[in-house]
């Protein structure tokens, strides 16, 4: 399968995702309590204009692609959940920002670094599907198996594309959102 059609399944898990993060009702922010001040906290670290919060928020989001990939193997659980919890968390999240603040306080907080973050997401997880499933053909059709060093090499090829992608995304992220969203 061209990897063009994998980057059309990852965009439609992704848009999955975030469908069902625009119908979540807001009321379900009270259930995840416990997880929003685990991020509160986490985020208190995370200082605008500091090169290590923007080392940080680069290894936090390289490592999610890598295990992803790494894990892709099994039933391709790891992309396709990386995706649409990804999908789902932003449209919710912005949902409850809106509701707070404005749309337009959500696309400044969101689309500077996101130009280079949601591709980065894309391509990275597309490539974890491509290879998850060549592994998973690969276990079943001995034809398969020669061909999943090529597939490996080449996916591998689009995954450091999507980790080159997440530098910028974490300077920016790091050095430009907060001036906007102040």
Do not use: D
């Not at 659980?77 to 919890?85: D, G, R, S, V, Y």
């Not at 591998?156 to 790091?174: C, D, S």
């Amino acid at each position: 399968m061209s990897y063009k059609r994998w980057i059309f399944i990852a965009v439609f898990l992704f848009g999955i995702g975030f469908a069902l993060g625009l119908a979540t009702p807001a009321g379900i922010a009270s259930l995840l309590s416990e997880e929003i001040s685990a991020i509160k906290q986490f985020s208190s670290i995370l200082v605008p204009f500091n090169a290590l919060t923007a080392l940080l928020i680069l290894a936090k989001n390289a490592s999610a692609l890598l295990l992803s990939f790494f894990f892709s193997p099994i039933l391709c659980l790891a992309p396709i959940l990386a995706l649409t919890l990804n999908g789902w968390l932003l449209a919710f999240v912005s949902t409850l920002v809106i509701q707070q603040e404005s749309l337009g306080y959500v696309l400044a907080g969101l689309f500077p670094h996101g130009i280079f973050e949601l591709p980065a997401l894309i391509l990275g997880e597309a490539a974890a599907l491509s290879f998850g499933a060549m592994a998973i053909l690969a276990l079943f059709k001995k034809k398969r198996r020669s061909l999943l060093p090529l597939c490996l090499r080449q996916n591998l090829r689009y995954l450091m594309l999507a980790l080159a992608l997440l530098l910028p995304a974490a300077i920016i992220e790091t050095y430009v959102t907060p001036l906007l969203l102040t």
